[in-house]
């Protein structure tokens, strides 16, 4: 099976200020697909940012951006101008291309400072 | 546009009880999937389907039952509750089939479970 770690189980920012919550994986796979997820204290699941490991780009969504390494096996999501409403858990996951199964890190929580 | 529906949303429990959480989703997804939420351990896969009369195991499937018998639903029985199964637990859904272009998991809104 997949593996997905989060080295870092908290992390904290500043407002305003950029911040960097690492993720890698294992796997023998060619493709696949790779997620961050926000899990604010609501515990509801929102999904931040979505890569497909074929496209070179890294995957952009306003202010989230991700640098993904595939062949270093690593899927950082960069959050700029750090928002209050920015602070939850961040979840890192793996899909196979041809498999169904979701893989999750353990977690980031982030928080936010004011 | 309901998305994922779990119930009961709380719920509390005596050792040895048995009880069903629900999970109903109407975005016609072949993959339904339970995963289970502790404290430092993330999402937990229990068990999960790609269909209709499809289950297979996840990484902690023990003391937990399933079933697929339509699209839509795809309940998780706990067969007799013990204190370690006090979590946090969402059912989750996908579209499954290569390519999986942008197919990602959409989760219920959780179910906060108490073993007593």
């Known amino acids: 099976a997949q593996t997905v770690t989060q080295s870092q189980p908290e992390m904290s920012v500043q407002e305003a200020e950029t911040v960097t919550l690492s993720c890698t994986y294992d796997t023998s796979e060619s493709d696949y697909y790779l997620f961050w997820y926000k899990q604010p204290p609501s515990r509801q699941m929102i999904l931040v940012i979505r890569q497909e490991a074929y496209k070179q780009q890294n995957a952009t969504e306003n202010r989230f951006s991700v640098n993904f390494q595939k062949a270093a096996k690593s899927f950082s999501l960069k959050i700029s101008d750090s928002q209050l409403g920015d602070a939850a858990m961040y979840f890192c996951a793996y899909r196979s291309a041809v498999g169904n199964q979701f893989y999750f890190g353990t977690g980031t929580s982030l928080t936010v400072i004011p | 546009n309901a998305g994922v529906t779990q119930t009961p949303k709380f719920q509390v429990l005596k050792t040895g009880q048995s009880m069903t959480l629900q999970c109903a989703q109407d975005?016609?997804?072949?993959?339904m999937s339970w995963y289970r939420q502790d404290p430092g351990m993330g999402l937990r896969l229990i068990h999960y389907s790609v269909g209709a009369g499809i289950t297979d195991q996840g990484e902690v499937p023990n003391g937990y039952n399933v079933s697929r018998s339509t699209t839509e639903d795809f309940p998780l029985r706990l067969l007799s509750a013990a204190p370690s199964q006090t979590s946090v637990y969402f059912c989750?859904?996908?579209?499954?089939?290569?390519?999986?272009?942008?197919?990602?998991?959409?989760f219920g809104e959780g179910s906060w479970l108490t073993v007593v």
């Open positions: 989750a859904s996908s579209s499954t089939g290569y390519p999986v272009s942008g197919n990602t998991i959409y």
């Open positions: 975005m016609n997804h072949e993959y």
